[in-house]
Structures are given as structure tokens and as C-alpha cells.
């Protein structure tokens, strides 16, 4: 960079400092008894500072962990709440679809793709047909999420904002909520790992009980003698 400073500084150290500390952490899948390809999408609302652009962020997963996520800003400056959260969810739709047929190779999806949305604004707009007034700044390319919900490819569900996983993706976090989304999300430190590690301490522990034991016993022989 060629004007660093030291708040730049400071965000390099905390980002080295997470790596870290979390370099053994990794996305744990587990067999789940009912197939369900479920997405979460959310956005942040001119979180940039400097050009006022939002930030749009969504993952899919199988009810487990997750295998395919997003973090990206977003081309344009959105003008409303609705605008910005209708744009990161036909964002997401898109990569569904792509999603979907991949998955027709291999299985059979019986129900539509539920993708969980906190706006409810959103899920109005793309059932009803009728014009709003959050909609007049749309580019009509949005529109294509009523085919889809229409056709029955996608289905819009609201979900609670405290649930929403995908706000992981779109903005930092306190300790205790970004702990949480990431167990939702389905990283964790392997369990194989910690086993590797506690066995190492313990067997560490017993050769050192050992050598404690037998220094003690060549010190007693030496006294007798």
C-alpha cells in the first residue's frame, strides 16, 4: 500500500492473529438422514465508508456444513433496504440454480430450494406482482426471482435475524455472535486433532512419571551403597 498507516497496521495484526489461532479449524460435514439443500443470503446496507456500496454475502449447505459461501460488495450503490437485500438474494438464486443442476447429476431434489431471508420486504416483492414504492430504482434483471419462485425452482423463507448465519459474511462480529454463526455454519477444530493432541500430553506425562521414577530409584542404590 502506498499510504499505510498505522490503523492498517493494526488490522493486519488482528487478521495474522485470527490465522493463528484458528489455522487448526476447519468445515466438519456430518451424515444427515434427510437430504435438504438449504441457503441463507443477507447484506449489509451501505456498510463501505467511502463509496457507500453494500456488502452481500450468502452460503449454501446440506444441513450440515457448508460448501459453497460468498463475501463481496456489491457493483452498484443501492438507493433502499429492499433494493440492496432483493439484490444479494437473486445473487444467491443465481448460484442455486447453478447448484441445482450440478446436483440433478448425481440425486434427486424432491422440494424446491429453501433460501432463509430476514426481510420480509423482500419475500413481498418477489411473490406479489403488484408495483411498490421500494421497487422504482430495480433493474428489471431482479425480476427474474418471481419466474422462479413461480416455477417453483426457489422458495423465499423468512428467518429471524439472530439465526441468519450468513451475516458472518457481510460485516464484523462480536466474540460471543461470530462463535456461535461459525458452529453454525459447521467449522469447528477437528475432533482427531485434539485426540492426537491429548494423547500426546498424556504419554509425555507418563515418560516423565517414569524417568522421575527411575532417577529416584538410582539415587536410593547409590545411598545404600
Not at 459447521?186 to 504419554?203: D, F, H, N, T, Y
Request: charge should be positive; include cysteine.
Amino acid at each position: 500500500m502506498h499510504c499505510a498507516s498505522k490503523v492498517h497496521f493494526q488490522a493486519t495484526k488482528r487478521v495474522i492473529k485470527y490465522v493463528k489461532c484458528a489455522a487448526n479449524f476447519g468445515i466438519m460435514f456430518k451424515k444427515t438422514l434427510d437430504f435438504q439443500f438449504l441457503g441463507f443470503s443477507h447484506s449489509e446496507w451501505a456498510g463501505n465508508s467511502y463509496d457507500v456500496r453494500s456488502t452481500s454475502g450468502y452460503n449454501f449447505g446440506f444441513g450440515s456444513g457448508i460448501f459453497s459461501w460468498c463475501s463481496k460488495k456489491q457493483d452498484i450503490v443501492a438507493q433502499s433496504r429492499a433494493e440492496v437485500e432483493y439484490i444479494v438474494v437473486a445473487s444467491t438464486m443465481n448460484q442455486a440454480l447453478l447448484i441445482q443442476k450440478l446436483l440433478d447429476l448425481y440425486m434427486v431434489q424432491k422440494k424446491s430450494t429453501e433460501s432463509s431471508v430476514d426481510d420480509q420486504a423482500t419475500i413481498s416483492i418477489a411473490n406479489n406482482h403488484v408495483s411498490h414504492g421500494n421497487t422504482k430504482y430495480f433493474k428489471i434483471k431482479f425480476y427474474f426471482l418471481r419466474e422462479m419462485q413461480k416455477n417453483g425452482d426457489i422458495h423465499l423463507e423468512h428467518c429471524e435475524n439472530d439465526f441468519q448465519n450468513a451475516d458472518i459474511l457481510t460485516k464484523a462480529q462480536p466474540s460471543a455472535r461470530y462463535e456461535f454463526l461459525r458452529k453454525k455454519l459447521g467449522i469447528a477444530a477437528p475432533e482427531s486433532r485434539r485426540i492426537v493432541e491429548s494423547s500426546a500430553s498424556k504419554l509425555k506425562l507418563e515418560i516423565s512419571s517414569t524417568y522421575y521414577y527411575i532417577n529416584i530409584q538410582h539415587k536410593s542404590r547409590c545411598s545404600n551403597k
